[in-house]
């Protein structure tokens, strides 16, 4: 069957579309893309401002028309960090099942953890051991640990790249002062929960998911995405030590022609390799490995799981 799965996240709306049944590789076969930023659209008392409510149903119409115009039988929609924190989300809940008749369910942080876990437990499979997975969104992270397809713990912390750059990172290229004040204030974060972790022992395999650590890996020598799903990419917290002072001096512009950095997630990634290398360190880790399966496959698996077999 042909599934599309519609991902209102913080930084961008995506449907993914995949061919797909119980106990097989979902086959990827479109992907319709808008940047959004929800997580910057949000007004000092935390709600999202009416424009940005009307644009968000706009985008939605216009992945609803792409999923129909490619023949997807079922549209798998959820909504993250951006919509979830947001001080008049049932309003825009109400508004957005109105105007394009989706049901649009909000995932828990936690959920987020779990169902990416998912994902990357079955890309790396058994032989992976315990798996530690990090995924930087454009509003939280979440970390998840575990011997199975479920974590035996995960978090969801409120450390996005774009949430940190819109409230701790105003310049362009930022002051230094900002910056140290946000590194202070992610490593303190993070600090909390390590012990949560630790607790169970170390990883197997330490995994990175999301489109922050991809371009990170990216500058820092990995493969290109022309090269395939299946080339291994690594990001060496030695990597991140020497890039984020680079990154620091750096403004939009110049980040935006660093390889396989897109001009609209330039603005983010330093807040992004301050949190990846607050994690890589305070977890004890000298590198991840890059899955390329995160949320949107863990939806898939999830709702394959649940389909009839035979």
């Given at each position: ?256 022609r660093l390889p396989g950095v897109s001009d609209g997630r330039a603005p ?43």
């Amino acid at each position: 069957m042909r599934l599309g799965v519609l991902d209102v996240g913080s930084n961008t709306v995506h449907l993914l579309v995949v061919d797909a049944h119980p106990g097989a590789r979902p086959l990827p076969a479109h992907s319709h893309k808008t940047e959004l930023r929800l997580a910057e659209l949000l007004d000092e008392s935390g709600a999202i401002s009416d424009a940005g409510i009307e644009r968000l149903i706009g985008v939605i119409q216009e992945a609803l028309q792409a999923a129909e115009d490619k023949g997807v039988e079922e549209v798998l929609p959820f909504a993250t960090s951006a919509v979830r924190e947001a001080s008049n989300a049932d309003t825009v809940l109400t508004r957005v099942l109105q105007e394009t008749g989706v049901t649009l369910p909000v995932l828990t942080g936690a959920e987020e953890a779990r169902l990416t876990f998912l994902a990357t437990r079955r890309w790396f499979g058994w032989s992976s051991g315990k798996l530690l997975v990090l995924d930087i969104g454009g509003g939280s992270l979440e970390i998840a640990v575990g011997h199975d397809e479920e974590p035996d713990a995960a978090a969801s912390l409120p450390l996005g790249a774009g949430r940190l750059t819109k409230g701790w990172l105003p310049g362009d290229p930022p002051d230094s002062s900002d910056v140290r004040a946000l590194r202070r204030h992610v490593r303190t974060e993070i600090a909390r929960t390590v012990g949560d972790f630790a607790r169970l022992g170390p990883p197997d395999h330490a995994v990175a998911t999301s489109k922050t650590f991809k371009q990170l890996a990216r500058i820092a020598g990995a493969a290109r995405s022309a090269e395939g799903l299946y080339t291994q990419r690594t990001l060496s917290r030695k990597a991140l030590e020497e890039w984020v002072p680079k990154l620091a001096t750096m403004n939009t512009a110049q980040r935006s022609r660093l390889p396989g950095v897109s001009d609209g997630r330039a603005p983010q990634l330093l807040a992004g390799a301050l949190v990846a290398e607050a994690a890589l360190e305070l977890f004890g880790l000298e590198e991840v490995e890059i899955c390329p399966w995160a949320l949107r496959e863990g939806v898939i698996l999830r709702r394959l799981d649940h389909l009839p077999t035979g």
